[in-house]
Every structure is written in C-alpha cells, then in structure tokens.
C-alpha cells in the first residue's frame, strides 16, 4: 500500500520559513516525479514545485525565488523549503506522486496546514 505522510506544516509570521517534508513508502520512489500542491478554501488545488526522478525542478511563478523543493531518494523524502514566506501562501499544501511508468499510479497524501499572519 503506498502512502505519502505529509509533516512540517504549522503558522509563521510574514517573511518567515518553513519546511515541509512528504515520506512516501510502499513504492519504488525514485521512478515517481514528486510534487506538492496547494489548496486555499473556494480555491482549486495549484501546483507550486514538482521535481523529476532525475532532479529537474519547476516552480509556480508565484513561488519562484522563495520555495525550494527537493527530494532524497535514499530517505523516501521530499521536501518544500518555503522562505519569505507571505499571506497568500496560506493553504492546505499537498504532496503527490506521478509513477514513470504508468499513468495509473499516481497517489496524494493528506495534506499539512500552513498558515501565514500578516
């Protein structure tokens, strides 16, 4: 059974930081491109970073400058490092994984809470 346990969610302040973390387990991690999404209330679920296999990274231009997202596929990890962080940024953030192999395997996690004060 695969599953991906989102953790490092929380409130900060404005222009502060925080790191989220996506262990996934129960599948071959490094064939799956990894990628967090967010969701603020009304709002549909966007993209923010996703990283390939290999380690190509894309980000939501909204977000380039100020998050980082990165994977260790020795650990089973991949993580969003958020920095400046602002208002806007607050939403339920979501990590997915996309197999390489086939379009039938493509999984979330639960999501974490980040909430940023002004």
């Known amino acids: 059974q695969v599953q991906l346990v989102e953790s490092g969610g929380g409130l900060v302040q404005a222009g502060g930081s925080l790191r989220l973390s996506c262990a996934v387990s129960g599948t071959i991690f490094r064939l799956y491109h990894m990628g967090w999404y967010r969701q603020a209330p009304g709002q549909q679920r966007d993209l923010v970073a996703d990283i390939t296999p290999g380690g190509d990274e894309n980000y939501a231009d909204s977000v380039k400058g100020r998050l980082t997202i990165s994977r260790d596929n020795t650990e089973n990890t991949v993580y969003l490092q958020m920095n400046s962080l602002k208002p806007e940024d607050t939403a339920v953030y979501h990590c997915?994984?996309?197999?390489?192999?086939?379009?039938?395997?493509?999984?979330w996690g639960q999501g974490t809470q980040v909430t940023v004060s002004s």
């Open positions: 997915n994984a996309k197999s390489t192999v086939s379009k039938r395997y493509d999984y």
